[in-house]
C-alpha cells in the first residue's frame, strides 16, 4: 500500500515512521527541496524528530502535485492555520478518489472554523460521505505525542468521520499494537476536543511556571475540561466523546506531558515572556496561541462562558497582567460544580451517542 503525508512537521514525520514500520511506501511531502533532500541522504529529518531513523520505505519529495497523486490514502499533517491552503492545492488539482486524514488540532482563527469545516468549505464539490466515490474527510485526535508515536510507544487515538466506511479504513491502515485505533461518528466532537485542550495546557503550563503545585494544575485541567463539555454540548457534540480519547485523554496529556509544545508555551509566558517571543524559544506551531483567538471570539458571540479560555486570551493577546488575570479566576462568585439536577441515565440516548467502538478482529 502507499500512502501520502502532506506534511513534513513533527507529527508528520513520527506518522511517516509509522507508517513504514507496517510496511507502506511512503511519500512525504516537505516545503523545501533542502528538507526533502536531507532527509533521503541522511535518513533523518534535519528539524523535527532528530536523531530519530527513518525507514527506507520513506521517500521525501517537495513536490506537492507529485505527493498528492501518489496514494489514495493521504494524511494532512499541517496546523490548522494551513490547512485551508493544503485543501486550496489539493481542489485546484481536481483531487479525486481520496482518503483524506487530518491531524490538525485547532480552529482557524480568520474564520472561527474547525478542520473538517474547513475541508467542507474547500472542497465542497467533490467532499463525500461515501468511501467509494470522490473525497472523504476523517480526523485523528488523542493522546499521540508525535515524540512517543515515533518510538512506536504505545498509544491509543481515535479516528472520526462523517462516513463510517472511512474511518473504519483508515482504522485497518493505520491500527497496530502499540497504536490502537478506534473509530467515532462525531466529528465535531473529536476536533473541538483537540482544539480546546491546547488552551486549557497553556493556563496549566503558567500556572506550573508560577510554582502554583500540582492541586492547581488540576483543578485547572478539571475545570477546563467542563468548559470543552460547556462549549460542546452547546454545538452539539457528544459528552461521551469529550469524555474519551479526543477529549479527557488528550487533555490528560498535553496538560501534564513536558512534549506539549501548549504547556511549554505556558511555561515560558509564565516566566515572563512575550507570546511572541514564547513562539520563537518552542520553535514550532503553538495552536493553542491561535486557537484562543478563534475560540474566545465565538464563545463571547454565543454568550458561552468559558473563564480559563478567556484568560487564556488575554493574556496572550491583550497583554494582561497574569497576576490580574489568576486573580480574576481566582476570585470568581463560587456555585455548585454541576448546577442543575443530574440527567437519568438513557440506555437508548447512550447508544445513539456514537461512542468510540474497538478495532475490528
Known amino acids: 500500500m502507499n500512502l501520502a503525508i502532506l506534511g513534513a512537521g513533527s507529527f508528520g514525520t513520527a506518522m511517516a515512521a509509522h507508517g513504514a514500520r507496517l510496511g507502506y511506501d511512503v511519500r512525504l511531502w516537505c516545503r523545501t527541496p533542502a528538507q526533502a533532500e536531507a532527509i533521503n541522504r541522511t535518513r533523518m529529518n534535519p528539524r523535527y524528530q532528530k536523531g530519530h531513523k527513518l525507514g527506507e520505505e520513506i521517500r521525501a519529495d517537495s513536490d506537492f502535485r507529485k505527493c498528492a497523486a501518489f496514494a489514495e490514502n493521504i494524511v494532512l499533517a499541517v496546523p490548522a492555520q494551513n490547512l485551508r491552503d493544503v485543501l486550496t492545492r489539493l ?26 469545516q474547513i475541508a467542507k468549505e474547500v ?9 467509494h466515490s470522490s473525497v472523504t474527510y476523517s480526523a485523528l485526535s488523542g493522546p499521540s505525542h508525535a515524540e512517543e508515536v515515533i518510538r512506536d510507544l504505545p ?17 485497518k491502515i493505520l491500527n497496530s499494537p502499540h497504536f490502537r485505533v478506534y473509530t ?20 496549566v503550563g503558567i500556572s506550573e511556571s508560577l ?4 492541586n492547581a494544575k488540576a483543578a485547572l485541567a478539571t475545570r477546563g475540561m467542563a468548559e470543552i463539555i460547556r462549549l460542546g454540548t452547546a454545538l452539539g457534540a457528544s459528552p461521551l466523546t469529550l469524555a474519551g480519547l479526543a477529549g479527557a485523554g488528550d487533555l490528560m496529556v498535553t496538560c501534564y506531558s513536558h512534549h506539549s509544545r501548549n504547556l511549554r508555551f505556558g511555561l515560558a509566558v509564565g516566566r515572563g515572556l512575550s507570546a511572541e517571543e514564547a513562539a520563537s524559544e518552542i520553535g514550532q506551531v503553538v495552536e493553542g496561541a491561535h486557537t484562543a483567538k478563534a475560540l474566545v471570539a465565538y464563545a463571547r458571540r454565543a454568550g458561552i462562558e468559558l473563564p480559563i479560555a478567556e ?17 480574576k479566576l481566582l476570585f470568581r462568585d463560587p456555585k455548585p460544580e454541576q ?14 451517542l456514537n461512542p468510540e467502538s474497538g478495532p475490528h478482529r
Do not use: C
Open 123 to 131: 472542497l465542497a464539490d467533490s467532499l463525500s460521505s461515501d468511501s
Open 91 to 116: 481542489a485546484s488539482d481536481g483531487v479525486r478518489n481520496r482518503n483524506l486524514l487530518s491531524l490538525a488540532k485547532g480552529m482557524e482563527i480568520s474564520s472561527g472554523k474547525l478542520p473538517h
Open 311 to 327: 484568560g487564556v486570551y488575554a493574556v496572550v493577546h491583550e497583554g494582561a497582567s497574569i497576576e490580574q488575570t489568576i486573580e
Open 184 to 203: 467515532n461518528g462525531d466529528l465535531l466532537g473529536v476536533e473541538l476536543g483537540g482544539a480546546v485542550k491546547n488552551v486549557i495546557a497553556i493556563a
Open 339 to 352: 448546577p442543575g439536577t443530574q440527567p437519568e441515565s438513557n440506555p437508548e440516548l447512550n447508544l445513539k
Open 155 to 171: 498509544t491509543a487515538v481515535v479516528v472520526a468521520s462523517e462516513s463510517r466506511e472511512a474511518a473504519q479504513e483508515w482504522q
Open 211 to 214: 510554582n502554583f503545585g500540582d
